[in-house]
């Protein structure tokens, strides 16, 4: 049995200056994949399900698959909600068996943020479960703005809702097809210097590979949010191997082909944040 909390695996990632992929799950050979890159590299690492995986599949049925996944591997992995934006689908994610939450209330003013993010907390504590806020906003390749985070509101969400985790906004971008993130360090040292929490970044797929090991290495930073990278793996493989074996016909084993290639891009991602 080893499913975690993100206590249990930023706490060390912090203290022994390494980070935690967050991987974006989209299905159940993706899953399969990155549960088979942690093992092959003995560690630990995030499963996230995200909003739009919670629409395609509703967390009555992903939250004891991804516990299923989490009690039969031999590494620790924890079973993570993102980008929740209600008490209610905290709630729900937790009850189905996820073991942490991200609450994220960046749209909202600061005090209500914090205080929305409190509440989560306090369900989330009673129940084993670790939460994730966010402060500023991680704006959209294409779409909305960023809003870079500021120290203070940022020691303030950390310390008032007592958080496992904070997302920061410090240049980093979701959805981002291309390597062209330009991470303000400056600004994140600030950050990191207001508030003893560890630190969050979404939208890594964005992130430069040199500047995501530098993040996880030399920074507060512990959990690096990757999708984009591992859709766009999913994506390419599948165009190939459609194209190259017109006998394939067989949903499991046209889906099977995404695993191997999707394994050998989460193990570069996982030991690139280590020292
Ligand atoms: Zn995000």
Redo the contacts with the bound molecule.
Sequence with gaps: MSIASLRDVLGPAKSGGYGIVGFVVLGWEDALAYVAAAEALKSPIILQA?PGFRRHMPVEVSGPMFRHLAETASVPIVCHI??ATSLEECVAGIDHGFSSV?Y?GSRLSVDENIARTATVVEYARRHGASVEG?IGF?GYDSGEESEMTIPGDAARLASEAELDAL?VSVGNV?LQQKKKANINLQRLAEIEAAAACPLVI??ASGVPAKMRRHLATQTGVCKL?I?TEFRQCFGDTLRTVLATESSLFDRIAILDRTRQPLQAIAERAIENLRL
């Design positions: 995200g993102d980008h991200m994220d966010e991680v997302a979701h979404h939208g949010n999708g």
